[in-house]
Nanobody, 123 residues
Framework: VQLQASGGGLVQPGGSLRLSCAAS????????MGWYRQVPGKQRELVARITGGSSTNYGDSVKGRFTISRDNAKNTVTLQMNSLKPEDTAVYYC??????????????????WGQGTKVTVSS
């Protein structure tokens, strides 16, 4: 399984960016997909996640500004980030919780991570 993220960059406060992540490979199904972010010296934190049934969770700091969506047929997840603030500056990581075909329903899903894409919000 490989996760390829794209879409980071530099944006001014109040601007927008869209992050995309595609999962490739075979022999698995994907439970939850999501985005996390990390700044130096701090723990990685949840930005948003979405289940296969499109139930969503958002970190408190991004509610109302970010929207996560998913295309199950293409194994992609997208994060639309609006009204960006300097405190949104971080490296953003795509996450997918994978169940290999044939695994027991008792087995927990396996976490896979993308390579990280940097988002900088600055004037």
């Amino acid at each position: 399984v490989q996760l390829q993220a794209s879409g980071g960059g530099l944006v001014q406060p109040g601007g927008s960016l869209r992050l995309s992540c595609a999962a490739s490979g075979s022999g698995f199904s994907i439970n939850t997909m999501g985005w996390y972010r990390q700044v130096p010296g701090k723990q990685r934190e949840l930005v948003a996640r979405i289940t296969g049934g499109s139930s969503t969770n958002y970190g408190d700091s991004v509610k109302g500004r970010f929207t996560i969506s998913r295309d199950n047929a293409k194994n992609t997840v997208t994060l639309q980030m609006n009204s960006l603030k300097p405190e949104d500056t971080a490296v953003y990581y795509c996450n997918a919780q994978i169940k290999p075909y044939g695994s027991s329903w008792l087995d927990p899903p396996i976490d896979y991570w993308g390579q990280g894409t940097k988002v900088t919000v600055s004037s």
